[in-house]
């Protein structure tokens, strides 16, 4: 495929199965028929040995027929020198050298028993009825020739099987995006679906390709997130920039956690930035909360002092000794520190002012345990200081029962 993208191409080396996660119209769907195409006339860089029995499998067999087969972007579009002949009988592709692809469907894992294959294409497996049952009488039939392959295309879903695959060092995982297919979509089809779903949980798995776990032991869930992004900010009544700093500057530290928020005249909280930096050196964190506090013109910066001591306010003031900083420290834990926060969230008194990914990913993971990933929740303890300050009364005391 010359003309392809990079990650258009398939992987160099030794595979048995190669995953392609991919957007709506990012091209995935191209990239599965023309690696048939490829495999069944032995042209490169997709293989230098001719298959002759291919499997073709969808969720149903109309979708196998309908966009593998006949679709825009399916078998027959790309087969530019040879169109195969439709067996519809024998549910089947036949080419001039013999090769064959025959049609299965997810609705039937049955019919994959007995017949065999040297390589299969599977389209959309997250979508497949009987996924697992299906997944596995195909690994039973892929047993001709001397390197059997699979490629599976699909949009992701956090589905065992597929989580199973990317933790497999032996699976390539490919990842397209649908904006970087604008060339052959339609005008103005990108910009209507980022203004639409841009940034959103619905976006980010349908056309950037992520796989979006949910974590249901976690302090906040995804569908809450979703229903609480407003842009329309009312005016602020405070604003401050929370800053929680990692305990090391080198490449393998935590993050800095930077967030900003602001309370408005009804008592609702605005979350209005995250502007977390890793790795980062005390002086670059520094310089990304002054200029974070300037633009929002902010009232204040509350920076916890657990790990660098009066070394974070000296930092600070050493960049800008204009800028007001109250020090705070952690005496109980970071999850009980961060639930009535959450709570405030259950109880629609927090909303997000925009799409911020990678703190709302830590929040969605965050349990009574941490994140699953074992790291320090840095984006999660800089929101919680900041909502914290901004729910405490002009006596000190909390409006909240926070843990500090």
């Known amino acids: 495929m010359i003309q392809g993208r990079d990650a258009q191409q398939p992987p160099r080396g030794e595979w048995h199965a190669w995953l392609i996660f991919g957007g709506r119209g990012s091209g995935k769907t191209r990239m599965g028929a023309e690696w048939v195409n490829g495999m069944v006339h032995a042209l490169p860089p997709f293989s230098t040995v001719k298959s002759g029995n291919i499997a073709l499998v969808g969720e149903t067999l109309a979708d196998v027929r309908e966009i593998m087969i006949d679709g825009p972007s399916g078998i027959m579009a790309v087969s530019r020198a040879e169109r195969p002949r439709f ?13 064959t692809a025959s049609m299965f469907s997810s609705e039937d894992p049955d019919s994959l028993r007995g017949p065999q294959f040297d390589a299969a294409w599977c389209d959309e497996l997250a979508k497949w009825r009987n996924l697992q049952e299906t997944w596995d009488m195909l690994q039973f039939g892929l047993r001709l020739g001397t390197k059997p392959r699979q490629v599976i295309t699909t949009t992701p879903r956090p589905l065992p099987l597929l989580k199973d695959m990317i933790a497999d060092p032996a699976i390539p995982v490919w990842r397209m995006r649908t904006e970087e297919n604008a060339a052959n979509l339609a005008p103005g089809f990108i910009d209507h679906v980022s203004e639409l779903y841009g940034g959103t949980r619905l976006g980010r798995q349908e056309l950037d390709g992520e796989l979006i776990e949910d974590n249901p032991d976690a302090l906040w869930s995804r569908p809450l997130l979703e229903k609480i992004h407003c842009p329309d900010v009312p005016d602020l009544k405070r604003i401050v920039v929370a800053i929680d700093p990692p305990a090391s500057a080198n490449k393998k530290s935590d993050a800095c956690g930077i967030v900003a928020a602001g309370l408005d005249g009804a008592g ?12 980062a050196k005390p002086h670059e964190w520094a310089r990304r909360a002054i200029a974070l506090f300037h633009r929002l013109e902010a009232d204040l910066i509350i920076a916890e002092v657990n790990q660098g001591g009066d070394m974070v306010a000296a930092v600070i003031s050493a960049e800008d000794v204009a800028v007001p900083v109250r020090s705070v420290r952690a005496n109980r834990g970071k999850a009980l520190r961060a639930e009535p926060m959450a709570a405030l969230y259950q109880q629609g008194r927090v909303r997000h002012a925009g799409r911020f990914r990678q703190l709302e990913d830590e929040m969605c993971d965050f349990t009574a345990s941490g994140l699953s990933s074992g790291r320090s929740p840095d984006r999660v303890d800089a929101l919680v200081w900041a909502l914290g300050d901004l729910f405490r009364r002009r006596d000190g005391s909390p409006r909240v029962r926070v843990v500090a």
């Open 268 to 279: 609702i909280a605005w979350v209005l930035a995250d502007a977390s930096l890793a790795p």
């Open 87 to 99: 067996e519809a009988s024998r549910r089947r592709l036949l080419w001039a050298n013999g090769a």
